[in-house]
């Protein structure tokens, strides 16, 4: 069984530009949702995709966007990157979309905005 | 809106000892999930224990349990013979029971380190 990947693991990027981060989900897993983790604070949730479409969405911006493909391996973009953007980006996968599902986290992407 | 509070920033063991982390969550809700996440510096976040908040009994893995007060909405995780290899950053985390498209929501965390 393949756990959940995420790719890249670091990234630097200077403000205004765009950014894309890619998941894996685990295998069987038809849900993924992505956290942003500031340095030393807990993860806030930014969306979930359910079966390629957006199924709940945290207090962020629509600069921050979304796609889950058919495979159900999900994109983040970010758009006109800002310094507060700066921090550990975490995707999960679970096995379906409602909240008590355990979620299965990837090792997450370090962006750093310049 | 539902929060998570741990108050403990900081903690510090001796290998084989216990240590408990604490843990408050604050909810107008009657059922919902608790859990308690490991992260190492590794990065990547580890499931150590889940507690469903109907069940009144207190779930345990082998050497976590926790203590699940539901009246005082407290959630604490007690670690025993306590291992190098636990050392990380442990969050707190809650979550609605059967809502579709809602988040995992997490305590600040505590930073566990552990000494031989």
């Known amino acids: 069984e393949t756990g959940v990947t995420q790719s890249p693991t670091h990234l630097i990027k200077t403000r205004g530009q765009q950014v894309t981060l890619r998941c894996s989900s685990q295998s069987g897993h038809n849900t993924v949702s992505w956290y942003q983790q500031a340095l030393g604070q807990g993860p806030q949730f930014i969306f979930q995709?359910?079966?390629?479409?957006?199924?709940g969405r945290g207090n962020f911006p629509p600069r921050f966007s979304g796609l889950q493909f058919p495979n159900y391996s999900s994109e983040l973009n970010v758009n006109a990157l800002e310094l507060d953007d700066s921090a550990l980006y975490l995707c999960?996968?679970?096995?379906?979309?409602?909240?008590?599902?355990?979620?299965?986290f990837g090792p997450g992407t370090r962006l750093l905005v310049l | 809106a539902q929060t998570v509070t741990q108050s403990q920033p900081e903690m510090s063991v001796q290998e084989a000892e216990t240590v408990t982390l604490s843990c408050t969550y604050d909810?107008?809700?009657?059922?919902?999930?608790l859990f308690w996440y490991k992260q190492p510096p590794s990065r990547q976040m580890i499931l150590v224990i889940r507690q469903e908040a109907y069940k009144q009994q207190n779930a345990t893995e082998n050497r976590f349990s926790v203590n699940f007060q539901k009246a005082a909405k407290s959630f604490s995780l007690k670690i025993s013979d306590s291992q190098l290899g636990d050392a990380a950053m442990y969050f707190c985390a809650y979550s609605l029971l059967n809502q579709a498209g809602t988040a995992l929501i997490f305590g600040k965390g505590t930073t566990l380190s552990v000494s031989s």
């Open positions: 999960a996968s679970s096995a379906d979309r409602y909240s008590q599902e355990t979620q299965y």
């Open positions: 995709y359910y079966r390629e479409e957006e199924n």
């Open positions: 909810t107008s809700e009657s059922d919902y999930y």
